[in-house]
């Protein structure tokens, strides 16, 4: 009777073992088909997350740069500039400034921004209402590079303009990011540029002081 009762609890302890393996494998085998259907939907949400993440990054730096770039205007420092053998920065000077390649300007730019990827604009405004701010359409030639022209007026409000009866001037001063970019898994797509590149504009309008 002993052994008789030994074999059975034996064998209904096996036949627990073989349930909870079977049980096991058919949860392991659930885990997998579920993460097939829902993994790559969850992939392509981190990864799209993480392309907005980066995007509203460089905007935000663009924007920083913007602003510190119109302070170098509305001060007159970027009027009263000496070169090497005229007055005030030309607008291939304004932009060396903004990107700490000009002696004397430490860069404006964030370590993620390059100066190859931008495009800087100033112009003189008849008001704030006449500020244009919005983003430039830009154009491509065959080769995919850019073909706008952008103006660079900074005005003047030096001491010798307001003397003379004269005013100061609303400037605005826009700087346009070709930022690289792709298309995410899922079709989540943030390119609006040639090149998979996504266009930030950041821009500022300021009233020139009357600097001395």
């Not at 058919?26 to 993480?50: H, R, Y």
């Not at 935000?60 to 913007?66: E, I, V, W």
């Not at 065959?142 to 609303?170: D, K, L």
Request: glycine share 8%.
């Amino acid at each position: 009777m002993t052994h008789r009762h030994v074999t059975k609890a034996a064998t209904w302890s096996q036949r627990w073992l073989s349930l909870g393996r079977s049980l096991a494998r058919d949860n392991l085998a659930s885990v997998t088909i579920e993460f097939a259907v829902v993994g790559p939907m969850t992939i392509a949400a981190i990864v799209a997350i993480l392309h907005t993440a980066l995007v509203f990054m460089a905007q935000q730096g663009l924007q920083s740069a913007a602003e510190s770039a119109g302070r170098l205007i509305m001060t007159g420092q970027a009027q009263k500039y000496s070169g090497s053998n005229y007055t005030g920065m030309t607008a291939d000077d304004f932009k060396k400034a903004i990107c700490g390649q000009l002696t004397g300007f430490p860069t404006l730019l964030p370590p993620f921004l390059t100066c190859d990827k931008l495009y800087v604009d100033v112009s003189i405004a008849n008001s704030h209402a006449n500020a244009v701010t919005s983003a430039p359409t830009f154009s491509y030639n065959s080769g995919g590079s850019v073909t706008n022209t952008f103006g660079y007026s900074p005005g003047t409000a030096g001491p010798g303009v307001m003397a003379a009866g004269g005013t100061t001037q609303v400037v605005v001063v826009r700087l346009m990011y070709l930022w690289p970019t792709a298309t995410a898994p899922m079709g989540f797509n943030l390119v609006n540029q040639q090149g998979s590149n996504r266009l930030l504009t950041a821009s500022t309008v300021l009233v020139t002081e009357a600097y001395q």
